[in-house]
Each structure stands twice: as C-alpha cells, then as structure tokens.
C-alpha cells in the first residue's frame, strides 16, 4: 500500500533498480512444482508486513508493530549476505502473485538455525507452504550442510505443527525456546534431492 | 554486493565474523556521533541494516579493509527515521589519523552515483563531530539547513552530490 510506505521503504528507482535485479537474480531461485522461491525485493515488505502485523502474525512473535515487522524483515535479508541463506518471496508460478515467505534463519536468541513459514489466507490450505518448505528444507541439508534444523512452533499453531510434522520433524521437547515449541527435523544420512 | 579497491584499502561487503568489532564501535562511546551508544542489539538492528541495505536498495555499506585488517565500515544505508539515503562511517580504535574514511568515502560515493544514478546523498553529523565534518567538507559536501534529520537527532545535514554537479 503506497500510502503507508515510509522514506526507508521507497522503491529503488532507475539504475538502482537495475542494481537491485542485479543482486536479486544472484540470491538462489527455486522452482516448486506450482511456485518460485526468490530473494526478497523492497516491494515484498507490504505484503510481509501485513503478514506479520495482522492477526496471522500471532503466532510467529506478533502481531508486530510495522517497525517490529522492518526489523524481521532487514534481518532475514540480512542472512543472505551474512548467512548463504535467509527469507524467500514464494510467488505463484503463473501471476507471479506473492503467496507467502519461507526461510532459513538464525534469529538473534535462538540457539539453532529454523526453518520458517508464513502464507497470506488466500494461499493457505492449498499446499503451497509444504512444496515450497519441502525445498528450503532440503536446500539445508544439501546446498547448505546444515548440521541441524528445527521450526520454533507455538503450541496453538496447529496449522504449522501439521505442516512440520508432514515434513518430517518431530517434538524435541528437550530444546523447547522461549516459550515456543521445537519441531526437529531429522538429518537425512542419504541427501534428499 | 561487489568490491572497491582504493591504494591500500579494500572496500568489501560484510561478513557475519565482522559483527564483534562493529559492535564495540556501535556500543562503545564513539557511538555518540551514530545514534547511539547502542546496546548488543541496537547493534545488531544497525549491522543488518548496513548488510540488507544493497539487496533492497542498490546502494549500501562496505567493511573498510586495510592491507588485510577490518579497518571501520562505510556506505550508504537508510534505516527507520532516516528521511533520504544516508552515506555513513565509522572507524574502530587505532585506525584514526591516516585518512582512511575520506579515501573510502570517495570511491564509495563515485561508484554509487555511477550505479544507482541518483543525484544526492546527504550525511547525518552531529555539530561537535568536528572529524566528520572535516571529512564532509574534504569530500565535497555542502551544509543542507534546509533538510531533515532524523526524528530526535540533532544533527547537521550534509549533502553529497556527483562531482562536477551544482551544488
């Protein structure tokens, strides 16, 4: 929504914008059967933002403040550069409509590196969150040699507890952090590809 | 992200195993002229500030390496509350004196006017910053009391255009 954009949230224009394609085409891009995972862009922040400043933000820390959901949002982006991974703009294959984020992080506090996932509700319920989360999961093990993973659930997310175990993970209760549970993913001995 | 290279001084982007050295700048008293002093997380929020800023915006910050040691950092970020595109630097202890900033300046305002084709970037100085501000006029910049600074700074606003540009 343009008439909420603050000056730190302003479109890149002309040859910035050119710089930015740049940079955005060099992030790894991941097809899903029915989506693209891609790096995020400035205009991905209206939609992460409403995300995570309306109620479906309740379980992922919020719902935040606007600048509570900057903070995210810089950090995961961030985690390209300091980390080889960070958040994906998942987007309808077709429309190129955005669908949700997934992302690998490692978020100030936590003690292991997570996967995450938060779709918008016109997206949900159609499987788009376990074919996109199904890759970044296996882009930890094999293009990132993770040695752990984990999902950070809280125990009233049932959407994503089901999401999570389907995937494979299973309740540590031993690393349960900050209030929210921990969902295990097993390393797999054999890389899945 | 790419790299600049200035004599002795080679402008890359960041790396996580930087954050130990930004974080005694950005918490310790020289901060005073960066917004802060910052605690653990404020400086935190500014390195990935810093890190995030090229991915979104075309334009962002560089670790200053000197004949191999991380020297200070430098570049352009605009965080919340800054009003426009900032170019910023900070130096960690012992580095003062040789003229590092000025030079990494340079190069990286000449290669950011090449690139992102924008016309201006202003600096954010407080008035007792008396090193900043030399490095401002040493690079060209012009007071702008007509711009402003971020809510609850009292800063001066120096402005940065292309070389050659009216100022």
Same mark, same amino acid.
């Given at each position: 929504?343009?008439d909420?954009?603050?000056?730190?949230?302003?479109?890149?224009?002309?040859?910035?914008?050119?710089a930015?394609?740049?940079?955005?085409?060099?992030?790894?891009?991941?097809?899903?059967?029915?989506?693209?995972?891609?790096?995020? !862009?400035? &205009?991905?922040f209206?939609?992460?933002?409403?995300l995570?400043?309306?109620?479906?933000?309740?379980?992922?820390?919020g719902?935040?403040?606007?600048?509570?959901?900057?903070?995210?949002f810089?950090?995961?982006?961030?985690?390209?550069?300091?980390?080889?991974?960070?958040?994906?703009?998942?987007?309808?294959?077709?429309?190129?409509?955005?669908?949700g984020?997934?992302?690998?992080?490692?978020?100030?506090?936590?003690? &292991?590196?997570?996967l995450?996932?938060?779709?918008?509700?016109?997206?949900?319920?159609?499987? !788009?969150?376990?074919?996109?989360?199904?890759?970044?999961r296996n882009?930890?093990?094999?293009?990132?040699s993770?040695?752990?993973?984990v999902? !950070?659930i809280?125990?009233?997310?049932?959407?994503?507890?089901a999401?999570?175990?389907?995937?494979?993970?299973?309740?540590?209760?031993?690393?349960?952090?900050?209030?929210?549970?921990?969902?295990? !993913?097993?390393?797999?001995?054999?890389?899945?590809? | 992200?790419?790299?600049?290279?200035?004599?002795?001084?080679?402008?890359?982007?960041?790396?996580r195993?930087?954050?130990?050295?930004?974080?005694?700048?950005?918490?310790?008293?020289?901060a005073?002229?960066?917004?802060?002093?910052?605690?653990?997380?404020?400086?935190w929020?500014?390195?990935v500030?810093?890190?995030?800023?090229?991915?979104?915006?075309?334009?962002?910050?560089?670790?200053?390496?000197?004949?191999?040691?991380?020297?200070?950092?430098?570049?352009?970020?605009?965080?919340?509350?800054?009003?426009?595109p900032?170019?910023?630097?900070?130096?960690?202890?012992?580095?003062?004196g040789?003229?590092?900033?000025?030079?990494?300046?340079?190069?990286i305002?000449?290669?950011?006017f090449?690139?992102?084709g924008?016309?201006?970037?202003?600096s954010?100085?407080?008035?007792?910053?008396?090193?900043?501000i030399?490095?401002?006029?040493?690079?060209?910049?012009?007071?702008?009391?007509?711009?402003?600074?971020?809510a609850?700074?009292?800063?001066?606003?120096?402005?940065?255009t292309?070389?050659?540009?009216?100022?």
């Amino acid at each position: 929504m343009s008439d909420t954009r603050l000056p730190w949230e302003t479109l890149p224009q002309g040859q910035a914008a050119v710089a930015v394609e740049r940079i955005g085409q060099a992030l790894p891009r991941i097809a899903t059967d029915r989506t693209v995972m891609r790096g995020p !862009y400035m &205009e991905d922040f209206d939609i992460f933002a409403d995300l995570f400043t309306s109620d479906r933000g309740r379980y992922v820390g919020g719902p935040l403040t606007r600048e509570g959901a900057w903070d995210d949002f810089i950090q995961l982006t961030a985690s390209w550069i300091l980390r080889g991974a960070g958040l994906w703009t998942v987007e309808d294959m077709n429309d190129k409509s955005v669908l949700g984020f997934v992302l690998l992080g490692h978020e100030t506090g936590d003690p &292991e590196p997570e996967l995450g996932f938060l779709f918008t509700e016109e997206a949900e319920g159609k499987g !788009y969150a376990f074919e996109a989360a199904e890759k970044a999961r296996n882009n930890a093990w094999n293009a990132l040699s993770f040695d752990t993973l984990v999902s !950070y659930i809280d125990p009233q997310n049932d959407r994503a507890i089901a999401l999570a175990t389907r995937l494979g993970a299973v309740r540590d209760e031993s690393a349960d952090h900050d209030g929210t549970h921990t969902y295990r !993913y097993p390393r797999p001995e054999v890389p899945e590809v | 992200m790419h790299t600049l290279t200035t004599q002795n001084l080679t402008l890359r982007p960041y790396q996580r195993s930087d954050f130990d050295a930004y974080a005694a700048l950005m918490t310790g008293p020289r901060a005073q002229h960066m917004g802060g002093p910052h605690d653990s997380d404020g400086a935190w929020r500014n390195f990935v500030n810093d890190a995030a800023s090229f991915t979104l915006n075309g334009f962002g910050c560089f670790i200053i390496v000197e004949d191999a040691t991380p020297a200070g950092f430098a570049g352009m970020i605009q965080p919340p509350d800054f009003p426009e595109p900032e170019i910023g630097w900070g130096l960690y202890d012992g580095f003062e004196g040789r003229g590092i900033i000025t030079r990494a300046a340079r190069a990286i305002l000449d290669d950011a006017f090449a690139t992102t084709g924008r016309d201006s970037f202003v600096s954010y100085i407080t008035p007792d910053n008396a090193a900043s501000i030399k490095v401002a006029e040493r690079l060209g910049a012009v007071r702008d009391d007509a711009a402003t600074p971020p809510a609850g700074w009292n800063s001066l606003v120096y402005r940065h255009t292309p070389k050659g540009a009216a100022a």
